[in-house]
């Protein structure tokens, strides 16, 4: 009897373990300990583990879960997801801008800092569901101007009905080229030497390391090395290990 209260008492006044815990509460409690950066780092940890969803509220979440537990590289990796199904959220470019603007980068010889530029031009103004609405006034205009022609011969009736379904047509293509506007970059997990070779025995291209959180473009692989591109466009190689997973 005595043990089942001390058990039962124990279970009252204990923490709810991390897996009982919501990503949101964890989200929370970090909040809350903000003047507390080791633990605090730690419930953001536990919260980005738990925003598992494939929708973009859960990766924008977990991708903030992450940039406040300390680890850039998770966090760019959720936004650029994110931002390969909603390229113009605002809130997320922001957010991609905020995290790099926390990563030192190191100065190329070629072009000076080695920052990814920033999001810009059309694709990332423009949303697919604005493109949709601008073609279905496009083909309405052109439904109208075609029957205005076989009703009562208005002039230039017929060329307003081509032109507006050839709009149409144009920007249903334009919305389909929109989706794969953002690509997905390859991201260091922790900082590396990039070399002229695929081996630690090559001299580095940069006189100092790549920070954890350096976007690059895959372009070859061979024995455990991967070839690389950086912002600038220089090329060299990083072992596979240290990109993130």
Known sequence: MISSCIVLAFMTVSPVSSRERTADEWYAQGLELRHDAGAARTAFSHAARLYTEDTIESLHAGARAWYLAGDPSRALAK?????????????LQADLETIRDSISYPTSPISGMLR?????????????????????ACGLCGSIALILNRTQQVRYSLFIAILGYGMMVLCLLMETVARDTHPLPTILAKPTELKNGNGSLYSSVLPSPLPS?????????????????????????????????
């Open 79 to 91: 936004l650029h997801l994110a931002l390969s199904r909603s390229p113009t959220d605002r809130e």
């Open 116 to 136: 990814p530029k920033r999001l810009s031009g059309f694709w990332y103004r423009i949303s697919p569901f604005e493109i949709f609405l601008f073609a279905s």
């Open 213 to 245: 959180g350096m976007e690059v473009k895959q372009l070859a692989r061979r024995g455990g090395w991967v070839r690389v591109q950086l912002p600038d466009d220089s090329t060299g190689w990083l072992p596979e290990s240290v990109l993130l997973k």
